[in-house]
């Protein structure tokens, strides 16, 4: 239960992470604490959108999935059940591909670095690390 | 598997904690008003420099054009803008022996350059250039070390007699970046590498220069004739 409690946690704090870099895209925050310049650079750069919708509100909606999907992981009725903690670390997992390749971009295509985007990328990683301990405790799916 | 009920209550009492905590650094965030800042490096669109070349002063048809790059928050180039330039505007600009370029070659270190050079190209949209130039040069010592250098911008912007919403609008979407960094662009091509620099017929002039020095220059360029002296 604590790797679920652990990856709940975790993506409520990849959620305000990723609140915070779409309040700012939107233009309803006017400047990033960041220190290096690099947020603002990569936030504008034509890589902060992807098919017409900004990575940021991905980040929003991958989260929030993330976050309820823990949540009702922890519930008593799910608690002893394996396919939650299969589908956590399966969603944890693409966005680990999906912050692989934005950190690409960041390093050899935009040339900048946002510390946000970094924090954002630990707490994926935490969370898919979590989601994979707890889907190891939870028992084996029964044959019936 | 199950938690036990003390578990899940403390794992609800932190998650609460965390949920008040990040709620409430977005509220802060959203309540702040929104000061731009303004984006280096972005990525530079035909529009940003379609027909622009720089803020004009003086006439078309006069013999020597100069092209000064500069920073707002360069020391030198706030002297050379409040003690040398009025000298040269009632010499030169004023008696049509020059024109006057002023190119944005905001450098990394100052951290209210860009800025600067937004709120003034902001002023431009309204006939307000030369006004907001002016006065950020001005008050220079007042804004660089100021927390919210913006808030001072937007307060010269006021005394201009410009559109505040208007003003507020164009500072929030960043709409000049593209231009101030093609300026930066256009410089670091010409071998710009400190401020003030000037570019004159094709050869760059750094460092720290007088109106005397100028008017030299624009007369070894041009020499005056016998009715103008």
Same mark, same amino acid.
């Given at each position: 239960?604590?790797?679920?409690?652990?990856?709940?946690?975790?993506?409520?704090?990849?959620?305000?992470v990723s609140?915070y870099l779409?309040?700012y895209?939107?233009?309803?925050?006017?400047?990033l604490a960041c220190?290096?310049?690099g947020c603002?650079?990569v936030q504008?750069?034509?890589?902060?959108?992807?098919?017409?919708?900004?990575?940021a509100?991905?980040?929003?909606?991958?989260?929030?999935?993330?976050? *309820? @999907? !823990?949540? +009702? /992981?922890?519930?008593? $009725?799910?608690?002893? &059940?394996?396919?939650?903690?299969?589908?956590?670390?399966?969603?944890?997992?693409?966005?680990?591909?999906?912050?692989?390749?934005?950190?690409?971009?960041?390093?050899?295509?935009?040339?900048?670095?946002c510390r946000w985007c970094v924090g954002s990328?630990?707490?994926?990683?935490?969370?898919? *690390? @979590? !989601?994979? +301990? /707890?889907?190891?405790? $939870?028992?084996?799916? &029964?044959?019936? | 598997?199950?938690?036990?009920?003390?578990?899940?209550?403390?794992?609800?009492?932190?998650?609460?904690?965390?949920?008040?905590?990040?709620?409430?650094?977005?509220?802060?965030?959203?309540?702040?008003?929104?000061?731009?800042?303004?984006?280096?490096?972005?990525?530079?669109?035909?529009?940003?420099?379609?027909?622009?070349?720089?803020?004009?002063?003086?006439?078309?048809?006069?013999?020597?054009?100069?092209?000064?790059?500069?920073?707002?928050?360069?020391?030198?180039?706030?002297?050379?803008?409040?003690?040398?330039?009025?000298?040269?505007?009632?010499?030169?600009?004023?008696?049509?022996?020059?024109?006057?370029?002023?190119?944005?070659?905001?450098?990394?270190?100052?951290?209210?350059?860009?800025?600067?050079?937004?709120?003034?190209?902001?002023?431009?949209?309204?006939?307000?250039?030369?006004?907001?130039?002016?006065?950020?040069?001005?008050?220079?010592?007042?804004?660089?070390?100021?927390?919210?250098?913006?808030?001072?911008?937007?307060?010269?912007?006021?005394?201009?007699?410009?559109?505040?919403?208007?003003?507020?609008?164009?500072?929030?979407?960043?709409?000049?970046?593209?231009?101030?960094?093609?300026?930066?662009?256009?410089?670091?091509?010409?071998?710009?590498?400190?401020?003030?620099?000037?570019?004159?017929?094709?050869?760059?002039?750094?460092?720290?220069?007088?109106?005397?020095?100028?008017?030299?220059?624009?007369?070894?360029?041009?020499?005056?004739?016998?009715?103008?002296?």
């Amino acid at each position: 239960m604590i790797y679920r409690m652990g990856a709940a946690l975790m993506s409520l704090l990849g959620l305000f992470v990723s609140a915070y870099l779409y309040l700012y895209k939107i233009g309803r925050i006017g400047t990033l604490a960041c220190g290096s310049g690099g947020c603002e650079t990569v936030q504008t750069s034509p890589w902060s959108r992807i098919a017409g919708v900004e990575v940021a509100l991905i980040g929003v909606i991958g989260y929030a999935l993330l976050f *309820v @999907l !823990a949540m +009702l /992981a922890l519930q008593p $009725a799910l608690a002893s &059940r394996r396919w939650p903690a299969d589908l956590l670390s399966a969603l944890a997992a693409g966005g680990v591909l999906f912050t692989a390749y934005l950190t690409w971009l960041e390093l050899f295509v935009i040339h900048a670095i946002c510390r946000w985007c970094v924090g954002s990328a630990v707490i994926i990683v935490t969370v898919l *690390v @979590l !989601a994979l +301990l /707890a889907r190891r405790r $939870a028992p084996e799916p &029964r044959a019936t | 598997m199950a938690a036990r009920p003390g578990g899940m209550k403390r794992f609800y009492v932190v998650l609460g904690v965390v949920a008040v905590i990040g709620l409430g650094a977005l509220w802060y965030q959203l309540s702040r008003p929104a000061t731009a800042s303004i984006p280096a490096n972005v990525t530079i669109q035909p529009s940003d420099t379609a027909g622009f070349r720089g803020y004009i002063k003086g006439s078309a048809s006069a013999p020597v054009e100069i092209t000064e790059y500069a920073d707002y928050q360069c020391p030198f180039c706030q002297t050379f803008a409040t003690l040398q330039m009025p000298t040269i505007e009632e010499r030169l600009i004023k008696t049509g022996r020059l024109r006057w370029r002023y190119r944005d070659f905001p450098l990394q270190q100052h951290q209210y350059s860009r800025l600067a050079a937004h709120s003034a190209a902001c002023a431009d949209e309204q006939g307000k250039y030369w006004d907001q130039h002016q006065r950020i040069y001005d008050g220079q010592s007042e804004w660089a070390g100021s927390s919210d250098a913006a808030k001072l911008f937007r307060r010269y912007a006021g005394e201009a007699g410009l559109d505040l919403d208007r003003y507020d609008a164009c500072m929030r979407a960043g709409k000049y970046a593209g231009r101030i960094q093609a300026s930066y662009d256009e410089g670091v091509r010409v071998g710009v590498t400190s401020t003030p620099t000037l570019l004159v017929g094709g050869r760059l002039y750094q460092g720290r220069f007088d109106s005397d020095a100028i008017t030299r220059l624009v007369d070894s360029l041009a020499p005056r004739t016998a009715s103008a002296r």
